[in-house]
């Protein structure tokens, strides 16, 4: 799989922060210690990485995704009970926005780490 080792990886993290944290925290306490883990595996991210979004050739607004990890993988956080098909579509959204080709849905609010790898269908090979 493409991107497995990296994804596997961030997903790691994203255990450790769960195994020690647990669920029941805002979102924002996630994506802090999620950095802090990222930094333990020296790995390069931006944290609520802005891009912009365009409707055809029109400038239609800006969207800010939780991490773009490596240059590559795109990590969008939620705190909620359970993930929803809501929340898969925006990591859809935000991959085709930003034209990356593998995302990460990771979710803390529920009892067990919730996690979906999310393509992009749209990038041709």
Do not use: W
């Not at 493409?2 to 990886?9: A, F, I, N, R």
């Not at 922060?17 to 802090?32: A, D, K, M, P, W």
């Not at 579509?89 to 803390?108: D, H, S, T, V």
């Amino acid at each position: 799989m493409e991107y497995g080792e990296l994804t596997h990886q961030i997903i790691g993290c994203a255990m450790e922060v769960h195994s020690t944290l647990g669920n029941g925290f805002q979102e924002v306490i996630y994506q802090r210690s999620l950095a802090y883990e990222f930094d333990q595996q020296g790995l390069s991210y931006y944290r609520e990485f802005d891009m912009d979004i365009f409707y055809k050739k029109l400038h239609v607004g800006k969207r800010r995704v939780d991490f773009l990890v490596e240059d590559q993988i795109m990590v969008e956080l939620k705190a909620v009970i359970q993930l929803e098909d809501v929340h898969l579509a925006q990591a859809m959204n935000y991959l085709e926005a930003y034209k990356r080709p593998i995302g990460l849905l990771i979710n803390f609010g529920s009892r067990s780490l919730q996690f979906n790898r999310v393509h992009n269908n749209k990038l041709k090979p």
